[in-house]
């Protein structure tokens, strides 16, 4: 009898188990970028795979890609009333008046050249040294947990553009800080989304695009935008791949939680080193055999943007001002230290995906504590 118990006890918990698996919760990211971006290729998706085998099949995601949700400017709001339950990449800029403190990490796109640098220096200003940041993602019911940075943009062009003066009068898709410098040499800054941008240079009422020469493949523009002056123009590095529901993120078990940090850095190095800097190179390559011409910046134009970058952080932190930032020079202050912080990791660690992964946990994401997010 006590063995027959002993048995049906065993098949009971076992039960439990298995109910327990099968009634796992199915959670939804959404995203406005298609399958294929780097941002879900190279990150999302390995990292929700990394995810559910931390929490033991307890923790699944399903994406839902490609604007099925929502569009890029909607991302943060669609997160917030729970239109997902996750999503990305969240773009400041999109949202300047929700991630008003955000925005002035964002506007800094010209502090440092190194895609590996700027990454892991936004990682640790938003988690970091940036409660106001935080306090931005809380107020629109949302949470920050992992960022990326892309490669430097260039000017993606329909006709050719080898100079400065090549610019003038074009009309240039730019968005965030980096549209002050594109009005100074001449030319016209329009914002909106890159979809967006794309089907005006379709149409032919668009110029140019601003963005990492990696867009001629990820938004097949290689047949549209056949110049490209490559120029450091600014290194994008705050858009976050992945914000979660405050709702969804309290629901959570505390491993469930702690998955979903520990495996932060890997996401922000598939996204930023496996894939914007891995397929920058691979687009390079292929850009001769597609007839895409790509100009080297001339002194002149490194010599602009030289100057344009000495006057930023002040015209950055009045602006911030007037849209309700306290202390703004504060977060420049504390962003620019850990970018110049970064490049001294990024010069001894390279870009070796491992190393950075390593460096991000250490300096980041371990001194985290999921409970008290």
């Known amino acids: 009898m006590r063995t027959r118990l002993i048995s049906l006890t065993v098949a009971a918990c076992l039960a439990a188990a298995v109910t327990a698996t099968v009634q796992a919760e199915e959670y939804v990211y959404g995203s406005w970028v298609g399958p294929n971006n780097p941002v879900l290729a190279k990150g999302i998706v390995p990292y929700f795979q990394a995810v559910e085998k931390d929490t033991g099949g307890s923790l699944k995601w ?22 997902a339950d996750a999503g990305g990449p969240v773009i400041p800029a999109f949202t300047r008046k929700e991630l008003r403190a955000a925005n002035v990490v964002y506007d800094l796109v010209n502090a440092s050249e190194s895609s590996v640098a700027m990454a892991g220096a936004v990682a640790e200003t938003f988690h970091l040294d940036c409660p106001q940041c935080k306090q931005d993602f809380a107020k629109n019911n949302t949470l920050f947990i992992a960022n990326y940075a892309t490669t430097r943009f260039n000017i993606l062009c ?8 090549d610019a003038k009068g074009r009309k240039m898709r730019v968005v ?20 967006a941008a794309v089907e005006a240079l379709q149409r032919g009422s668009m110029d140019c695009i601003v963005g990492p020469i990696e867009w001629l493949q990820g938004f097949g523009l290689w047949d549209i935008t056949k110049h490209v002056l490559d120029a450091p123009l600014a290194i994008q590095p705050t858009p976050s791949s992945m914000v979660i529901n405050r709702d969804v993120w309290k629901k959570l078990s505390k491993a469930e939680r702690a998955a979903l940090i520990k495996q932060g850095p890997g996401l922000v190095v598939g996204v930023t080193v496996r894939g914007y800097m891995a397929e920058d190179l691979a687009v390079r390559a292929e850009a001769a055999k597609r007839g895409v011409t790509i100009t080297e910046a001339s002194a002149e134009v490194r010599k602009a943007l030289a100057g344009h970058k000495v006057k930023e952080p002040k015209i950055i932190a009045e602006s911030a001002k007037k849209e309700g930032v306290k202390d703004p020079e504060a977060i420049i202050k504390a962003h620019l230290a850990n970018v110049e912080k970064w490049e001294k990791i990024h010069a001894k660690i390279g870009d070796d995906p491992d190393a950075f992964a390593k460096a991000l946990w250490d300096e980041v994401f371990s001194k985290l504590d999921p409970e008290k997010m």
Do not use: E, H, N
């Open 62 to 83: 399903k994406i839902l890609a490609g604007g099925q949700l929502f569009g890029g400017p909607p991302t943060l709001a669609g997160i917030r009333d729970r239109i």
């Open 176 to 195: 965030g800080a980096l549209g002050r410098f594109i009005k100074s040499v001449g030319a016209v800054p329009v914002g909106g989304s890159p979809a």
């Open 158 to 165: 329909r006709d050719p553009i080898k100079s400065l003066a």
